[in-house]
């Protein structure tokens, strides 16, 4: 499990004479071990700080909360991999989860004897306190290198498990789009549309599936993105639909707009605009093209039909986040390659009237692009 | 809004000799200001660190993403409060929000021009690399003092208006129930029942409201508690549903058992023992009373009825967090006081065969206790 990205990672290190490391970024944790707890209620209040890994040549330990065993306990089968825990809520004394975690950090830590050499650290998601640990057993002499985001541009390159986990991903964001079509009519709520999708989602996969994004009207005033609220669909609304879903610990994405009937002329062109645009972008979709030009291409595209053009990025890629490089926007001199899973999203949009959006996630391939999503984004046929 | 919060902490500060403080934690930052952003896709990839508070000699300032300046708006329209913003995402430029939020935060503390006394610091959720933003602007001659945990007894009485935010939560979970009770029958998954409860709540709120906690057949092996699955309800199952949501950034929690059928005599037994024991929790409900001892009464009655003592807590406060103090387990020496919430919720379970659990929630008044949670928790009549 998730054996090559710590090949990478530790290849990385050495590249950069790192012998040791503390990881603490959920996202890095996540990638480098497959460790996803639940996301859905914030995080826990029995937890005395973020999940760490603890790299020490060619060892890795993942350090978690006691009822988290579980969700770790695959992890801990791994060649060269353990997992350890401390103490958080019993009924039998004061919660000290915060204490329990510095101390096996300060024990995981000692064990390893470090006398020289370079121990990196992600800091930007490291307490105080735990960083404080640090100073106890790891000498002056040892020089700590802050070592934040190196792992990000290691991620964007799936790897097959990877790959495997996005498709369940992408099969159950399908289903929550069927379940968004059949839902959009008028007098229908944002949120009634909403709680549609999720149960279908929930339903399908047979357990709980975080979901985000958007659910919106497009007579509201700001029509690109939001939560679902209690807006009714109009006579002539659109209603675009963003979908992303949080399975085996890594993110999918999507977009569809329905409409509540007949669609207006404009509507039409809109809609046809977002599906030429969204096509020219996958045919881009290879090895060596650059994100920025992909990104060019779609808005001069948007701006040449004669629409205001979107104000978001045109695409992003997903993995362990759901937004994450390469990021398909007008700055980017990232060059895709093969084992990439891109998101491209042209929308339309004419605030408190109607827009529309559409997304597709693509597996860049060694000529060219597979699709992912396989969502309807048709224009719908109205008797 | 949250005046009350912000005049118990500042009082209390002055009385240990602190002038200034810097509050990291989510829940104190959500108690002090109000500001409860969305939580249910994890922290944002475009946060810079969390959410920060810096008071000063009776100003307060809320730092949050640019993107949570509607969602803190209310707290810049309180007196000597404000609400300052970091650059997040844009399509311009790469992310660089850690920076950001570093340079608000050093700015903010520069402003105030500390030369003495004494700076309150929550160290344990406070990152590394904004720690280190204080040694800047701050000299040597300030002594730090870590405050991790110094609100949570200040937290315990709840103000008028967070009882509002809490009898509106509560609202939601007796509707939760209700919807449980309808879902739940013979064939029914878990999951199809949670997702009967979740769409309930939602369209009822208008929005998206994050739940918890179980939602589990009597027939798993570990009946206790868990996240729904794709498990059946079977004849004479079960089902025990613990329901907590989040709504103007407060928790509620309940907790009912349903029946597959009629329940068997074992089964009324267990479900009148635990309807007795809450009972008894309830009327020993009033400000004076010790914690551990309602705690010890429960678990007295349960094992008296000839059943396995439940090996959970009997209860706990509810607030900004699910979780949190007076708790009501057996080491506890907190003294129950009028204006404070509490879950209690006894059960009983037969791992793999069948369980019940019964909570309500109480607001402690001057003279007894409240009840705020009104769903059916009786036995139902099956023909």
């Known amino acids: 499990m998730h054996q090559e990205q710590r090949e990478r990672a530790e ?32 995080p826990s209040v029995f937890e005395g700080g973020p999940a760490l890994v603890w790299y020490d040549g060619g060892h890795w330990t993942l350090m978690v909360l006691d009822s988290y065993v579980p969700a770790a306990g695959a992890f801990g089968d791994e060649p060269n991999c ?41 800091v930007q998601s490291l307490p ?28 964007m390159v ?32 944002e949120i009634d549309v909403w709680t549609a999708i999720h149960s279908a989602i929930e339903q399908a996969a047979g ?42 610990g890594y993110w999918s994405d999507s977009c569809a707009t329905y409409y509540a009937n007949e669609l207006t002329s404009k509507q039409i062109e809109m809609h046809r605009t977002a599906e030429i645009a969204l096509q020219v972008g996958m045919n881009m979709i290879r090895p060596g093209v650059v ?26 890629g997903v993995g362990v986040t759901g937004h994450e490089a390469p990021r398909i926007v007008p700055y980017s001199t990232e060059v895709l390659q093969a084992g990439m899973v891109i998101m491209l999203e042209p929308g339309i949009y004419f605030p408190g009237e109607t827009g529309v959006r559409l997304e597709d996630a693509l597996l860049v391939t060694s000529d060219g692009a597979e699709i992912l999503t396989h969502h309807d984004k048709s224009l719908p046929a109205y008797e």
Request: hydrophobic share 40%; aromatic share 6%; net charge neutral.
């Open 158 to 189: 799936k790897t097959a498990e990877e790959l495997q986990k996005l498709r369940d991903n992408f099969a159950l964001t399908d289903i929550g789009h069927a379940a968004a079509r059949r839902a959009v009519h008028i007098g229908a709520r």
């Open 207 to 248: 357990q709980r599936v975080p979901m985000g994004n958007d659910c919106i009207v497009g007579h509201r005033p700001a029509n690109i993105g939001g939560s679902p609220g209690d807006l009714k669909i109009e006579p002539n609304d659109s209603v675009i639909v963003d979908l992303s879903t949080l399975l085996h």
């Open 82 to 122: 353990q997992v350890v825990s401390y103490l958080g809520y019993t009924i039998e004394q004061s919660l000290a989860s915060t204490e329990h975690l510095s101390s096996l950090l300060l024990h995981t830590v000692a064990q390893s004897q470090i006398k020289s050499g370079k121990l990196g650290i992600e």
């Open 11 to 42: 290849e990385f290190l050495k590249s950069k004479g790192i012998e040791r490391g503390l990881f603490s970024s959920p996202a890095t944790v996540r990638w480098l071990t497959g460790f996803a707890p639940p996301i859905q209620l914030g």
């Open 128 to 155: 105080v306190n735990l960083w404080n640990v640090l100073t106890v057993d790891v000498p002056h002499t040892v020089e700590r290198v802050a070592i934040d985001g190196w792992c990000e541009p290691l991620r």
């Open 291 to 316: 994100a920025r030009e992909i990104d060019q291409k779609l808005r001069d595209l948007i701006r040449e039909a004669g629409y205001p053009v979107y104000p978001h990025h045109s695409g992003h």
